[in-house]
């Protein structure tokens, strides 16, 4: 783990890992906050997000959303409703503003994945996360949408803090903390 002005960086051997650094940031995320994913197909974006939503105490189950585009998750637990929204199939702003995803994001956390350079203006302060596995490749180049659980390699991230929001946020301990696994605060 290791941080600069460029963002606090983890290496995530597993994707049990992937998902226990999903659960160390909710406890730290709070609704109104926008989370905006990059990385190639496999990356680890979805199971990531199934740790944040496990943390979170959000109902189930988290899967890609790629052929719906976004999915509600509500609280199971009194905390924020989970948006998790994709922006793979979205071909233009237009589309992307027909999701309405600012209608909720005051309540909710948002996570957008494939978001980066279309989401960036519907919230002052976000979250982004690159994602990248070690072996550059894809998950499986014949079919994206493989569970990205089931491809368990190491993968690289950077956290990247844009906005006052994020400014007393140790993202050093987040990704450098072992997890506290399971249930929502």
């Known amino acids: 783990m290791s941080g600069d002005g460029d963002g606090t960086t983890c290496e995530v051997p597993t994707a049990e ?30 199971t990531f997000v199934q740790g944040l939503a496990d943390g979170l105490g959000v109902r189930g189950p988290i899967t890609s959303p790629t052929f719906v585009i976004a999915r509600v998750h509500p609280s199971l637990v009194g905390g924020p409703a989970l948006v998790h929204a994709d922006a793979y ?19 909710a956390v948002t ?17 982004e996360l690159h994602l990248h596995r070690r072996t550059g490749g894809a998950a499986s180049p014949q079919d994206p949408h493989v569970e990205e659980a089931e491809v368990d390699e190491p993968r690289h991230v950077v956290l990247r803090a844009v906005g ?11 990704a450098a903390a072992p997890s506290t696994a399971g249930g929502a605060r």
Do not use: F, I
């Open 17 to 46: 890992a992937m998902r226990d650094l999903g659960r160390r940031l909710a406890a730290r995320v709070r609704a109104g906050d926008l989370l905006v994913l990059s990385g190639g197909l496999g990356a680890g974006k979805t």
């Open 89 to 107: 199939r979205v071909g233009s702003l237009g589309e992307l503003e027909d999701l309405d995803l600012d209608a909720s994001l005051d309540e």
């Open 111 to 127: 996570v957008v994945e494939w978001g980066a350079g279309l989401v960036e203006d519907l919230a002052e302060a976000r979250l």
């Open 164 to 174: 006052a929001r994020w400014a007393d946020v140790d993202l050093g301990a987040v």
